[in-house]
């Protein structure tokens, strides 16, 4: 597309001339021949100081804040208008308005996102239906998979995804739309034919201050949705029911989508699905009550965004989940080993009680578990109660620490532990050495214990002192654990 056709209404041209945009980015690294640079001010750094590295990697032009100065040979232009706002306009004409061609199914909330989005895509997929996704695990579209780098990227990416997906013959997306992403634009001037909200626990109050401020920026996706499909049994998901209306999901309260007569085995779980369209026998291998919550989320947006249930549900026997969400570990040991993404208060509790559903009688629970770094420190001795409340063995390290203390990050959680359970050396474990820290927790389990590993999940790195260091919780079992079986 030529800049001018690209830019009208959004920027104004002041230098050089209308040349070609093959793709643009907000990330000099990124830039390839003949993309448009849009350097945004950030939070650390000013896209500005990284124009002579996006030109001597091939950028056809450069987009930049009012006010910043551009060498007259460079074609450039200056943003008219929020610019986050602007470059998600820019990306979504660039890439041809891909929302309008597929079922864009977005889902939003503080817990589920992943796995419900997974899900949506196994159970279409799983019925011969192309399904794209945007999400922390994994970006696709058709059969081509990339490992993403956030939760919902930067709207340049988010509209090249959408647009990989029409290519690739893609009827739906599935996309996790993050509280930042809402409030940074990166989903900005898309429109889902149905959003999903799972649920809303204390996260990410560093960010937004409050839990209702918290709230308000997930509440923000309603407006770009065609329906909206909320959790009937979340406090916060029926505040907005009472509110406003919309679809209603749940297992224990009525709604318009229903799990009822639950049956949680150990290598399954069935329900029936109760809609005003009829009533569904549902079975899939995902393992407890939360995986309900999300199978249940995902079948009713799909069945909302316009796919026939009667080809959904029978997917549900084959889908598996979302990597790092409640994974088995088997290298062969006589002892329960499962590594989860849980990292808030709320998902912790509910971690633990399917983890004590699950142990043999006279089992152990072990959990292993740590605290984000430069992340909510508020959270820090909720999730440590959460877990003293469940488990019988804790073995406390580290997360992320990114930049901050290790200790301090341990140090913060503490005033969550009794204080008789901080003393008991049988009992409390402390260690923030990760690695470290899992196989002690190995090498303590018996036959018939359960160690959870919280907090990590599909995550392959470690950030320490704000460098990432190659690790992952399932690696770290194998390698402890001689392997694979």
């Not at 009550?289 to 965004?305: G, H, I, Q, S, T």
Request: hydrophobic share 40%; aromatic share 6%.
């Amino acid at each position: 597309m030529k800049l001018d056709a690209l830019i009208e209404g959004f920027a104004t041209r002041r230098s050089g001339p209308d040349v070609e945009v093959a793709d643009l980015t907000s990330d000099s690294r990124e830039v390839g021949p003949g993309w448009a640079f849009l350097a945004l001010k950030g939070e650390k750094a000013d896209g500005a100081a990284f124009i002579p590295q996006a030109m001597a990697q091939g950028a056809s032009a450069v987009i930049v804040e009012p006010g910043t100065a551009t060498p007259e040979w460079i074609p450039a232009c200056t943003f008219t208008g929020d610019p986050r706002l602007r470059m998600g306009e820019l990306a979504r004409r660039l890439h041809g308005a891909p929302d309008e061609h597929l079922a864009l199914i977005g889902v939003t909330g503080t817990n589920g996102k992943t796995t419900t989005t997974t899900l949506i895509r196994q159970l279409l997929r799983g019925a011969g239906i192309g399904c794209g996704l945007v999400g922390t695990v994994l970006n696709a579209a058709g059969d081509l998979e990339e490992e993403a780098v956030r939760t919902t990227p930067e709207s340049p990416t988010f509209y090249r995804w959408l647009h990989r997906s029409v290519e690739a013959g893609d009827r739906a997306s599935a996309v996790e739309v993050s509280s930042h992403a809402l409030c940074l634009g990166r989903v900005h001037g898309a429109r889902f034919r149905v959003g999903v909200f799972t649920n809303l626990t204390q996260d990410h109050l560093d960010y937004h201050g409050t839990l209702e401020a918290y709230f308000e920026a997930k509440h923000q996706l309603v407006a770009q949705c065609d329906r909206f499909l909320v959790n009937a049994d979340d406090p916060w998901g029926r505040g907005l029911l009472e509110r406003e209306g919309h679809v209603s999901y749940a297992v224990d309260r009525p709604a318009c989508y229903r799990a009822h007569g639950l049956d949680l085995g150990p290598t399954g779980t069935r329900f029936t699905l109760h809609s005003a369209q009829g009533s569904w026998a549902v079975q899939s291998p995902l393992l407890g009550r939360f995986n309900v919550y999300n199978l249940l989320a995902a079948l009713a947006a799909c069945a909302e965004a316009g796919f026939d249930l009667d080809h959904l549900v029978p997917a549900a026997r084959m889908v598996s989940g979302a990597p790092g969400r409640l994974e088995r570990v088997d290298c062969g040991q006589p002892f329960g080993v499962m590594v989860d993404y849980a990292h808030t208060p709320d998902a912790l509790e509910k971690l633990l009680a399917e983890g004590r559903r699950l142990l043999p009688p006279g089992g152990r629970l072990h959990v292993l578990f740590g605290c984000g770094g430069d992340r909510d420190r508020a959270k820090r001795p909720l999730m440590a109660a959460a877990v003293a409340a469940g488990a019988d063995v804790l073995w406390h390290t580290s997360d992320n620490p990114r930049t901050e203390d290790p200790e301090r990050i341990l140090d913060d959680a503490i005033p969550g532990l009794p204080e008789d359970l901080r003393t008991d050396a049988a009992r409390y474990h402390r260690n923030a050495d990760r690695r470290e820290s899992v196989r002690q927790a190995l090498a303590d389990c018996r036959p018939g214990d359960l160690l959870l590993l919280a907090g990590k999940g599909h995550e392959p790195y470690q950030e320490i002192h704000g460098v990432k260091h190659p690790y992952s919780d399932r690696a770290a079992v194998e390698v402890a654990l001689g392997g694979p079986k």
